[in-house]
């Protein structure tokens, strides 16, 4: 049945066409089903008078916008591939990103023109302004016809990874992902007919398309569209009903829960809250569960979709820590590095298999082929174990593990105890070398406004909560990480105690 997708708004408008898709909260403009079609349909003709046509790259670089889903419809209509750009890189990264993908052209922003029109300089592109010269075009085309129907194996579009440990690679996303992770998602959070969210973690991420807007698309809701996060919006919409399922990172989860309107804030109104994209620590999901607010923390990849683990509301609490079970249509296991299966319990690399894997890079071809087991199970790079109830608990990235003493230390252990330090807001812990014991933990630590602890206290708390070899020999305070758009902290880029003030 994933052979073949429908043309998705195509078949929303004559579903539902009158039915609201997009509510743009800045202006207040409401976009039905119908005219989310109409608007893509005419966007297809606006590219393909350009010259795109099937297997094209059309990049994108831009905020959160109705534009974008416009043009992501659009290319599917033709059989282009999108290729959404990161906004907070700088024009040399983005030039050499536009190298990678070849577009025909590259549509963009008011607020990312300079850096666009930088990263062009050596190799000129053809602009579209989706302030002006965009919505002008389109109001004037006619519809393009489409295509009748999505090959499930055709590239949709491509997420350039987000680069915690190198070079960023274009991850091809299919039609047939999407509409797996449709069915991954939906029957994990009970998706209903017309259930809302809200659209605002970046669109060069994959959860800023696929969780949830695109399911939620897909089952005929309502996505309210932010340019970006802004917590006391977000809190506004909670509070006036009109979120019913929604998924934020770890950093939006802490920034909501420091607003000033966060203890106002009538939380149980939002019917299904999600965690992705890094580790929630456990304090946190204490905090909303203290005020009726059950955040099901989960586990998947730009390569799986992405959804792929999501820990169930009835043991959220029981279980705290694990992202729960594998979805509907993946299958996952805890594996050796050369793919054996390993008992409960044990730890090892997750891999993934299932309909809605990546089939690979853009042009990397021997990376693709280390993605991969030899009988095909997509490697994760993360460590975890399943308990004896099936239920997953990640460890961390492989390359973060370190060995002090002989003994493996996983760092997302000791980043919750120090996380459950009053003075502590956040930890990110890694290994540095020792002479003694080979390596050593260094944690980094963000603490609470108006507060401070000393190191020995620090020592002392975790000494109480861990094996002796997992305490941390360095503590190192800063005022925030340096992180993907995911709120992943990319530790390769944290200073080494010796360069730490």
Same mark, same amino acid.
């Given at each position: 049945m994933m052979d073949i997708i429908t043309d998705i708004t195509a078949r929303r408008a004559a579903l539902t066409p009158d039915r609201p898709a997009f509510h743009i909260v800045e202006t207040g403009e409401v976009i039905s089903f119908a005219g989310l079609d109409e608007r893509s349909a005419r966007a297809a003709t606006v590219l393909a008078d350009r010259g795109v046509g099937e297997g094209d790259r059309v990049?994108?670089?831009?905020?959160?916008?109705?534009?974008?889903?416009?043009?992501?419809?659009?290319?599917?209509?033709?059989?282009?591939?999108?290729?959404?750009?990161?906004?907070?890189?700088?024009?040399?990264e983005l030039a050499d990103l536009l190298v990678d993908c070849a577009p025909t052209c590259l549509l963009v922003g008011h607020d990312d023109r300079q850096k666009a029109e930088t990263a062009t300089q050596t190799a000129p592109l053809a602009l579209i302004?989706?302030?002006?010269?965009?919505?002008?075009?389109?109001?004037?085309?006619? #519809?393009?016809?489409?295509?009748?129907?999505?090959? +499930?194996?055709?590239?949709?579009?491509?997420?350039?990874t987000s680069g915690t440990t190198g070079r960023p690679k274009g991850v091809?996303?299919?039609?047939?992902?999407?509409?797996?992770?449709?069915?991954?998602?939906?029957?994990?959070?009970?998706?209903?007919?017309?259930?809302?969210?809200?659209?605002?973690?970046?669109?060069?991420?994959?959860?800023?398309?696929?969780l949830h807007t695109l399911p939620v698309l897909m089952a005929g809701g309502l996505n309210h569209l932010l340019p970006g996060f802004d917590a006391g919006t977000v809190l506004s919409l909670i509070n006036d009903g009109q979120l019913d399922v929604m998924l934020c990172v770890p950093?939006? %989860?802490?920034?909501?829960?420091?607003?000033? =309107?966060?203890?106002?804030?009538?939380?149980?109104?939002?019917?299904?809250?999600?965690?992705?994209?890094?580790?929630?620590?456990?304090?946190?999901?204490?905090?909303?569960?203290?005020?009726?607010?059950?955040?099901?923390?989960?586990?998947?990849?730009? =390569?799986?979709?992405?959804?792929?683990?999501?820990?169930?509301?009835?043991?959220?609490?029981?279980?705290?820590?694990?992202?729960?079970?594998?979805?509907?249509?993946?299958?996952?296991?805890?594996?050796?590095?050369?793919?054996?299966?390993l008992a409960t319990g044990k730890t090892g690399e997750i891999q993934f298999f299932g309909p809605g894997l990546t089939p690979g890079y853009w042009q990397?071809? +021997?990376?693709?082929?280390?993605?991969?087991?030899?009988? +095909?199970?997509?490697?994760?790079?993360?460590? +975890? #174990?399943?308990?004896?109830?099936? %239920?997953?608990?990640?460890?961390? #990235?492989?390359? =973060?593990? %370190?060995?002090?003493?002989g003994?493996?230390? %996983?760092?997302?252990?000791?980043?919750?105890?120090?996380?459950?330090?009053?003075?502590v807001l956040e930890s990110a812990v890694t290994g540095i070398a020792d002479e003694k014991w080979g390596e050593v933990g260094c944690a980094h630590l963000i603490l609470r406004d108006g507060q401070?602890?000393?190191?020995?206290?620090?020592?002392?708390?975790?000494?109480?909560?861990?094996?002796?070899?997992?305490?941390? #020999?360095?503590?190192?305070?800063?005022t925030d990480f340096p992180r993907t758009a995911a709120g992943k902290v990319q530790k390769h880029l944290l200073p080494l105690p010796e360069a730490t003030t």
């Open positions: 990049a994108i670089l831009c905020r959160n916008r109705i534009e974008f889903f416009e043009a992501l419809f659009a290319c599917a209509k033709l059989g282009a591939i999108l290729t959404p750009l990161n906004w907070r890189m700088p024009a040399r302004d989706l302030e002006s010269e965009w919505p002008t075009a389109r109001k004037v085309a006619s #519809r393009h016809p489409g295509r009748t129907a999505w090959p +499930g194996d055709q590239p949709w579009y491509l997420i350039y091809i996303q299919t039609y047939r992902m999407a509409l797996v992770n449709y069915v991954n998602i939906s029957q994990a959070i009970g998706l209903r007919d017309g259930d809302a969210t809200v659209n605002f973690l970046p669109l060069f991420h994959t959860a800023g398309i696929n950093a939006v %989860y802490r920034e909501l829960s420091l607003h000033p =309107e966060f203890g106002a804030t009538d939380l149980t109104r939002l019917r299904h809250w999600a965690c992705g994209g890094a580790p929630m620590p456990d304090v946190l999901i204490e905090t909303f569960a203290a005020r009726g607010a059950i955040v099901c923390n989960g586990f998947g990849m730009t =390569e799986t979709g992405p959804t792929a683990f999501l820990m169930d509301r009835d043991h959220a609490l029981e279980k705290i820590g694990s992202v729960g079970k594998p979805q509907l249509l993946i299958e996952a296991r805890v594996a050796t590095p050369e793919g054996e299966a990397r071809d +021997g990376e693709t082929a280390k993605l991969f087991t030899a009988d +095909g199970w997509l490697k994760s790079g993360d460590l +975890g #174990r399943f308990d004896a109830d099936g %239920y997953c608990y990640v460890a961390g #990235r492989i390359k =973060e593990m %370190y060995i002090s003493g003994e493996n230390v %996983y760092p997302a252990e000791v980043e919750n105890v120090l996380d459950e330090h009053p003075a401070d602890v000393t190191d020995n206290a620090l020592a002392d708390w975790c000494r109480e909560r861990l094996a002796g070899y997992k305490i941390p #020999r360095h503590f190192r305070r800063a």
